[in-house]
């Protein structure tokens, strides 16, 4: 079993900044990938983004490109998601996952473990 939390969620004006983390522990698989997921109110949980754990390669939906970052520290089993020049429209419950390697990155599907989510607010 794994474990995944986020934390690092909260309010923001348009334009700032917020880190999220997240934090798995127990049992993972060598051929890791852990993705970022959110969702809006009324709408379907849409893909962020996502790393592979070994290799530290990354993706990206469109819309956060240029502006989103993520990383992975692995002495701390973290995955972090830096989110800049923040939009109203990025107003979401956002949740870490993690699955295996070799399924699509972008379908929440593919993950086997989820986070309970964190609340990201962009407001003036």
């Known amino acids: 079993q794994v474990q995944v939390v986020e934390s690092g969620g909260g309010l923001v004006q348009p334009g700032g900044s917020l880190r999220l983390s997240c934090a798995a522990s127990?049992?993972?698989?060598?051929?890791?990938?852990m993705g970022w997921f959110r969702q809006a109110p009324g709408k379907e949980r849409e893909p962020v983004s996502a790393i592979i754990w070994n290799s530290g390669t990354t993706f990206y939906t469109d819309s956060v490109k240029g502006r989103f970052t993520v990383s992975r520290d692995n002495a701390k089993n973290t995955v972090y998601l830096q989110m800049n020049s923040l939009r109203s429209e990025d107003t979401a419950v956002y949740y870490c996952a993690v699955g295996r390697i070799g399924k699509p990155w972008i379908r929440p599907s593919s993950y086997d473990y989820w986070g309970q989510g964190t609340q990201v607010t962009v407001s003036s």
């Open positions: 127990g049992r993972t698989f060598s051929s890791t990938i």
